[in-house]
């Protein structure tokens, strides 16, 4: 079992990776109400049945405020009051939806999550921004504000199916790619053992991953600076995602690849390097090639939330395991992504 701590000045989350959920559920004090995806609470009704549940709709045309409507009503209704602990129960859409609705409701109640996805585990459940999304774009609306606890069973990802699982690796591997060299090389001596789920693997990866974003976001949660390159691969892959119906982790490994191509064109990565990026992708089962529209793809990038002024700010590799931002005038845009594409 691995146990690490987040702080910020919005909070203290405590994070923990591979112990297992039931002995944790019944050290629950305040009597919490649960905010768990459709799916899961199908899946794993006998751990989750005896606690107060309300039900999130599972997938991403549900991450809407009028999904957060229906819950706050449904709260009401169970009389939850400011000191309920809100317990966000599934992947990334169920406790971004119920980080918000804890953050919002009331002015806010405590809450934690119990993520039960890779990409949840390792990205989605750490970090504090929970939000949904508006008119189809990703997280416009949201808040900053940390749970209190982050609980990773690693059991849970078994039940897991193979393409979501692959999916989350893509938010594993960007973490090599632009802070750790030597997880890097890990995950590449280890990744057939990844996608088998071994267990002494997975704890390692998961527990790695969440060491990582915890120590970003402690040093800049509000985003000001070193925390962008946690975006490395999304401005494109939320491009990518917003027209082609994939999944996250999917779009994202084709922004990681298109980005290490760009790093190239600008002189900071080797084509030896952008190879091992490929490999990478190649060898955990993402796509590494795909027919892209790019005139769909600049116009989406236009308005996406990150666009400062007239420039798209792009996370570069500068070598392997390092960044480095680049701002690019939207002039420049149109003819960059049809050259990339
Ligand atoms: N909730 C994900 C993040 O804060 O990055």
Not at 78 to 83: F, G, H, N
Request: net charge negative; proline share 3%; hydrophobic share 40%.
């Amino acid at each position: 079992m691995h146990q690490l701590q987040l702080s910020t000045s919005t909070g203290t989350t405590e994070i923990v990776v591979g112990e297992l959920l039931s002995s944790r559920l019944q050290q629950l004090e305040l009597e919490p109400i649960l905010l768990i995806d459709e799916n899961v609470l199908v899946q794993h009704h006998d751990l989750f049945e005896p606690f107060r549940t309300v039900i999130i709709p599972s997938g991403e045309s549900h991450k809407t405020l009028q999904t957060v409507e229906a819950l706050y009503r449904e709260l009401v209704t169970l009389e939850a009051d400011r000191s309920t602990l809100m317990v966000g129960v599934g992947g990334g859409l169920a406790t971004d939806i119920a980080g918000f609705v804890a953050s919002t409701f009331l002015r806010g109640t405590p809450f934690g999550f119990i993520s039960t996805t890779l990409l949840g585990q390792v990205d989605a459940s750490i970090g504090g921004k929970n939000g949904v999304n508006l008119e189809g774009y990703k997280n416009m609306l949201g808040t900053i504000r940390q749970p209190s606890f982050v609980w990773c069973d690693l059991s849970l990802l078994s039940t897991l199916d193979k393409r979501e699982y692959v999916s989350g690796i893509a938010e594993v591997i960007k973490y090599g790619f632009i802070r750790d060299f030597s997880f890097m090389e890990y995950l590449e001596e280890h990744m057939d053992q990844l996608l088998k789920q071994n267990l002494g693997v997975l704890e390692h990866v998961v527990s790695t991953s969440a060491t990582i974003k915890a120590d970003v976001v402690q040093q800049d949660e509000k985003e000001a600076d070193l925390r962008k390159m946690l975006n490395f691969g999304h401005t494109i892959g939320h491009a990518i995602e917003r027209h082609k119906a994939i999944l996250h982790g999917e779009a994202v490994g084709m922004g990681m690849l298109l980005a290490a191509r760009l790093s190239h064109l600008q002189g900071l990565l080797s084509a030896p390097e952008v190879d091992r990026v490929e490999q990478m992708l190649l060898s955990a089962g993402l796509p590494a090639q795909m027919k892209l529209d790019p005139e769909e793809i600049y116009q989406n990038l236009r308005k996406d939330k990150k666009k400062r002024g007239e420039d798209v700010h792009f996370v570069l590799l500068k070598g392997l395991g390092n960044t480095s931002i680049r701002p690019f005038p939207l002039t420049e845009l149109k003819s960059m992504i049809h050259d990339l594409c």
